[in-house]
């Protein structure tokens, strides 16, 4: 496992963290629809233009494609809006942590199907991550009422990261390019994304307050960053040790939470335990 990889996994995490912080201020003045468009179009503009004056199309056409295809109707499609419908539903600080049991679900499916073999400190790395995710869930005094049928979103969202990132790192093996990997499954989820909106008749949630603009603006511009240190990562290691640590974001993201959402989101010593639980899984996951 190259330590370049674990370096950008963690990267990734970070910018993770930082755009659920900008979607929550966001999320005042906008839907959280806009801000998953916004970052959807953003990064296909961004990333074609890349390929187009750095890469020859050609690599467009092998079998790695149709697995990226299959990755982008999942992800970030369908996990962006279950992502930021939990922030809005839960909170920041509690959705993040939520949906970092993506890693149980990633090792198993990888051990079943791309036959990795990871070894003990990853799996425990795993576990005390999934305990932080415990302590962080739990209700806390003098914060907003939410419903236990909520958890869907970020349980939903971790399922179904965990499906696409395999499917990522399935297509890396055979075409080992993740900035066209990046382009062809965002743009897919583009697609996906903006026909849904017109076949459930939801064009109109796109309407807001300027005021939200800053801060999905920035989520969109993050959010490209991060796609694409995640996609560098797969290419460069193994997913039972990327993708735990991608979703290690909750950390940062209880770290900013306290730090520029104490007007709408508490903090307590259960939280932070979670977060040290997190850092411990971290440090086993990297450790050899």
């Known amino acids: 496992m190259s330590l370049g990889a674990e370096l950008l996994a963690l990267s ?11 979607v929550r201020r966001g ?6 629809v ?3 468009l916004m970052g959807f179009v953003l990064s296909t503009v961004v990333l074609w233009s890349a390929i187009w004056l750095f890469f020859p199309l050609s690599l467009l056409y092998t079998r790695g494609t149709w697995y990226f295809v299959i990755s982008g109707l999942i992800q970030p ?10 922030i809005v539903r839960l909170g920041a600080s509690r959705a993040g942590p939520v949906r970092s049991v993506t890693p149980l679900f990633a090792i198993a499916i990888a051990f079943s199907f791309l036959g990795e073999r990871p070894d003990a400190g990853v799996y425990l790395g795993s576990f005390l991550s999934v305990v932080g995710v ?3 869930s739990s209700r806390r005094e003098g914060e907003s009422e939410w419903k236990a049928i909520h958890l869907a979103y970020p349980l939903g969202a971790a399922f179904l990261t965990a499906i696409s990132q395999n499917f990522r790192k399935t297509g890396l093996l055979i075409m080992p390019n993740p900035y066209v990997a990046t382009a062809v499954t965002i743009t897919t989820s583009l697609v996906v994304f903006s026909l849904s909106l017109v076949a459930t008749g939801q ?10 603009l800053p801060f999905y603006g920035t989520a969109a511009v993050v959010s490209a ?3 694409l240190l995640g996609y560098i990562a797969l290419a460069k290691g193994d997913v039972s040790v990327v993708v735990p ?17 104490r007007d709408l989101e508490t903090i307590n010593a259960r939280v932070a335990t979670g977060a040290v639980l997190i850092v411990t899984g971290i440090a086993l996951i990297t450790y050899r």
């Open 12 to 22: 990734a995490a970070v910018a993770w963290g930082s755009e659920a912080i900008l």
């Open 27 to 32: 999320s005042r003045y906008a839907s959280v």
């Open 34 to 36: 806009l801000a998953a």
């Open 77 to 86: 499609a369908i996990v962006r809006f279950l992502h930021y419908t939990g």
């Open 134 to 136: 415990w302590l962080t």
């Open 203 to 212: 064009l109109h949630t796109l309407r807001g307050d300027r005021k939200c």
């Open 225 to 227: 960053t991060a796609q």
């Open 245 to 261: 640590l991608i979703n290690t974001n909750p950390l940062f993201i209880v770290l900013f939470s306290a730090l520029f959402l």
